[in-house]
T-cell receptor
Framework: DTEVTQTPKHLVMGMTNKKSLKCEQH?????MYWYKQKAKKPPELMFV???????INESVPSRFSPECPNSSLLNLHLHALQPEDSALYLC????????????FGPGTRLTVL | AQSVSQHNHHVILSEAASLELGCNYS??????LFWYVQYPGQHLQLLLK??????LVKGIKGFEAEFIKSKFSFNLRKPSVQWSDTAEYFC????????????FGAGTQVVVTP
């Protein structure tokens, strides 16, 4: 099973809402990632977790708050987002952080009104 | 600073034509190199990768890439493309050891016409 699942597929939220994105993998990978992808652009790395610890935060605004409850799950908590945060949010996992093949989920399409 | 660059943003070619996509990185030390592909409506997936050893790497679907250290390049090639190769292709690089920087290139949209 090389699948990374993400829920929800689509999310529309207001600027005052609090919502969460969820990502799950059952490949036994110890690294998990969040990316942001705008239309016609490459994915931009946001966060990297390794062995359930936050290892990289690419200067992401605090309105994005990641959480790794266990080695299979990764959440991204959203609060007070701006319209420019509208994008496709991708989750990925790999055996080893950064230097190994990453397996990507289908993404959550987020629209902030 | 841009660590990885892809020269072609858009490529249109006919079936059976040969494809070569350029990728250059700007770092003189240890690198891990990847090509990922995103077919329309599908997840990003790995085409091939280079960590060490033989600089000519073969990947899925008939793709190959050559790591040329002296040119800081990792170009992707396919001798004869098919319509199903229409996709966005991303070069990606991990720069440095362990917790070095990871970055995708800007991507190349490839359209193969029948």
């Amino acid at each position: 099973d090389t699948e990374v699942t993400q829920t929800p597929k689509h999310l529309v939220m207001g600027m005052t809402n609090k919502k969460s994105l969820k990502c799950e993998q059952h490949m036994g990978h110890r690294a998990m990632y969040w990316y942001k992808q705008k239309a016609k652009k490459p994915p931009e790395l946001m966060f990297v977790y390794s062995y359930e610890k936050l290892s990289i935060n690419e200067s992401v605004p605090s309105r994005f708050s990641p959480e790794c409850p266990n080695s299979s799950l990764l959440n991204l908590h959203l609060h007070a987002l701006q319209p420019e945060d509208s994008a496709l949010y991708l989750c990925a996992s790999s055996q080893v952080a950064l230097t190994d093949t990453q397996y990507f989920g289908p993404g959550t399409r987020l629209t902030v009104l | 600073a841009q660590s990885v660059s892809q020269h072609n943003h858009h490529v249109i070619l006919s079936e059976a034509a040969s494809l070569e996509l350029g990728c250059n990185y700007s770092y003189g030390g240890t690198v891990n190199l990847f090509w990922y592909v995103q077919y329309p409506g599908q997840h990003l997936q790995l085409l091939l990768k280079y960590f060490s050893g033989d600089p000519l790497v073969k990947g899925i679907k008939g793709f190959e890439a050559e790591f040329i250290k002296s040119k800081f390049s990792f170009n992707l090639r396919k001798p004869s493309v098919q319509w199903s190769d229409t996709a966005e292709y991303f070069c990606a690089v991990t720069i440095g050891d362990s917790w070095g920087k990871f970055q995708f290139g800007a991507g190349t949209q490839v359209v193969v016409t029948p």
